[in-house]
């Protein structure tokens, strides 16, 4: 099991980054917010603790993300790549990740580092449009769906997730530089962080990434 970190501030691009270079690595593209989208709309047990902390946009406590991930792992084809979107997002989480890692044989290969201004992700958060049925990403100004409210992918409904919203969006950012960033400095001293410049274009971020986790 190799892994591959997306680290970054929501709206950095790493759930757009794994969709397009997965195939192309061969890789399984693992979204924890996804994971949890589901199981709120599933009304799982899980779902049902998550739901609150995601519409305020504060972290669900690591216990139910780690139990969350345990059980995804378990499933997991041991010679398979991971790109991580999303998880770890604490330290705790790290320190979980690493020891679960241990266990069964896997190695965190790179952490790939998106960083973006904070008026960047504000824009691109606020102007964000998620298709509900493939799940692909467009953005009102920046990459404007062909027709308006359809997905060109598969033509399903555009809609905009909830915590999408300015007052929810500025405590996910705080949140993040409160919770998430200090994962930068642990994995530059562990030698696995290579940071990009995540305010360019989506092709040309991709591309970047994709090469960096191919020398992995
Ligand atoms: P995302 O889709 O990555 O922006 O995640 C949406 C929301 O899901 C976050 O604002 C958190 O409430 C929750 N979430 C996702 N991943 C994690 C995680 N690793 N730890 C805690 N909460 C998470």
Redesign the pocket.
């Given at each position: 099991m190799k892994i591959i970190v997306l680290l970054g501030a929501?709206g950095s691009g790493k759930?757009t980054t794994a969709e397009k270079i997965r195939d192309r690595l061969n890789a399984v593209h693992l979204?924890?917010?996804?994971m949890?989208?589901a199981a709120v709309k599933a009304g799982t047990p899980t779902g049902k603790t998550?739901d609150g902390?995601?519409k305020k946009?504060?972290?669900?406590p690591?216990d139910v993300?780690v139990r969350l991930m345990e059980d995804r792992m378990e499933q997991g084809d041991a010679n398979a790549l991971y790109l991580l979107?999303?998880?770890?997002?604490?330290i705790a989480?790290a320190e979980l990740l690493e020891q679960s890692l241990v266990a069964r044989n896997g190695r965190i290969a790179r952490v790939v580092f998106l960083d973006a201004p904070r008026d960047v992700l504000i824009d691109r958060l606020t102007g964000r449009r998620i298709c509900r049925s493939c799940g692909m990403n467009f953005h009102v100004r920046n990459i404007p769906p062909k027709r308006e409210g359809v997905c060109d992918a598969c033509g399903g409904e555009l809609y905009q997730r909830p915590?999408d919203n300015r007052e929810t969006i500025e405590n996910?950012l705080d949140v993040y530089e409160r919770q998430t960033s200090d994962l930068i400095a642990r994995y530059t001293d562990l030698g696995l962080l290579t940071r990009v410049d995540s305010a360019q274009g989506a092709e040309a971020l991709a591309e970047q990434v994709a090469n960096i986790v191919g020398q992995g």
């Open positions: 929501p759930g979204s924890t917010g996804d949890l989208r998550a902390y995601m946009g504060e972290l669900v690591d993300m979107d999303g998880f770890p997002r604490t989480q915590d996910r």
